[in-house]
Structure formats: structure tokens, C-alpha cells
């Protein structure tokens, strides 16, 4: 007879896919909150601008950039999961796609940083609202992620499916702030 210990279930539980999603919304939800407690006074407190001539360009660019990452991110994904097949062959894609994954979320931080702590949480147009929603959901879904890549007791599904949702949310970012911004005011540092 076999002990019950050493059987492994045939495929990994759906009931995990619940520990992702509760720490997604508990960290969207402490954004939300610890943003919408910002007073709103963007300029009164120093912040760097780089190079850029100031906080927006350098916002507008950095989360550009961010984006063009996770593009990179999705082809290396593919390439990954075979999905698409160009050499060369090994592990040099996941290398990449890790670093390249790392850079992009490296480059929202300050963004972030000056969107939650410095504007707060905002519902003054429909544009802003669904900016302030996604800006809060953002890092809950960008470590729901870390935590399926980590833990291998997920549906080898849920992997790709949280890396396409923290690319939509990224991508709706880069719309309602980024893209905007362009369109008014054209391409500028």
C-alpha cells in the first residue's frame, strides 16, 4: 500500500489559484487606498526630473519605455512557451525575458511613486478615474505574477494569463496617461 504522502496530484489545484487573486486585491486595494489619503499638491515637494524638462515628460517616457519592455516581454514569452520559434535555441530567452521584466518594473517605480504619494487617487474625469484604477491595480497584478512564478502549485494556464493581464493593465496605463499626454502635446523630452 502506498503512504498518501508521496502521491502527487496528477495536476496542480484550482483552490490555489485563490491565494494570487486575494494578494492581488489586497495590494490593489492598499494602493487604492493609500493614494485616495494623498492630499493633491503634485509640485510642492521636490521630485527629480532626469533629464527630461520636467516631472510629466519624464513620467510619460519612463512608462513608454516600460511598455516597449513588455512587449519585449510577450515576445520572449512566446518564444518561451514555443508559441513562436526563432533561434537560438536554450535558455537564453528566459534570461532575458527575466532582466528585461525586472527593467520594466524598475522604470514604473518613480512613476508610481509620484502618482500614488504626490497626485493621489483621482475621479475628476472619466480618463483620470480609469488611470487612478488601474494605477492601483497595477503592482497587485505584477506580484500576483511573482507569486505564480515562485509557487508551482498553479495550472500551468494561470502563469500566462497573469502576464497578460499585468500587460493590459500596463498597456491601459500607458493610454490614459502616456498616450494622452502625446496627443496634446506632442513628442518631447
Known amino acids: 500500500m502506498q503512504n498518501a504522502m508521496n502521491i502527487?496530484?496528477?495536476h496542480p489545484s484550482r483552490a490555489w489559484l485563490?491565494?494570487?487573486l486575494l494578494v492581488f486585491a489586497l495590494v490593489a486595494l492598499t494602493v487604492?487606498?493609500?493614494a485616495h489619503q494623498t492630499v493633491r499638491s503634485p509640485y510642492t515637494v521636490p521630485f527629480f526630473h532626469l533629464f527630461f524638462s520636467d516631472t510629466l515628460h519624464m513620467k510619460v517616457w519612463l512608462v513608454t519605455a516600460a511598455l516597449v519592455l513588455g512587449?519585449?516581454?510577450l515576445l520572449t514569452a512566446s518564444r518561451i512557451y514555443e508559441l513562436l520559434r526563432f533561434p537560438p535555441k536554450g535558455r537564453l530567452y528566459n534570461i532575458v525575458h527575466r532582466w528585461s521584466g525586472r527593467v520594466a518594473i524598475a522604470l514604473t517605480v518613480p512613476v508610481a511613486y509620484h502618482c500614488i504619494f504626490l497626485l493621489g487617487f483621482e475621479?475628476?474625469?472619466?480618463r483620470v478615474y480609469i488611470h487612478s484604477l488601474l494605477g492601483s491595480a497595477f503592482y497587485g497584478a505584477f506580484i500576483a505574477k511573482v507569486l505564480l512564478v515562485r509557487v508551482n502549485r498553479f495550472p500551468s494556464w494561470a502563469l500566462p494569463v497573469a502576464g497578460g493581464l499585468l500587460f493590459s493593465i500596463?498597456?491601459?496605463?500607458?493610454?490614459?496617461?502616456?498616450?494622452?499626454?502625446f496627443s496634446i502635446s506632442g513628442v518631447a523630452l
Open 123 to 126: 475621479m475628476t474625469d472619466t
Open 71 to 73: 512587449l519585449f516581454q
Open 32 to 34: 487604492g487606498i493609500v
Open 18 to 20: 485563490l491565494l494570487p
Open 170 to 181: 500596463l498597456l491601459g496605463l500607458w493610454i490614459t496617461s502616456a498616450a494622452w499626454f
Open 8 to 10: 502527487k496530484p496528477s
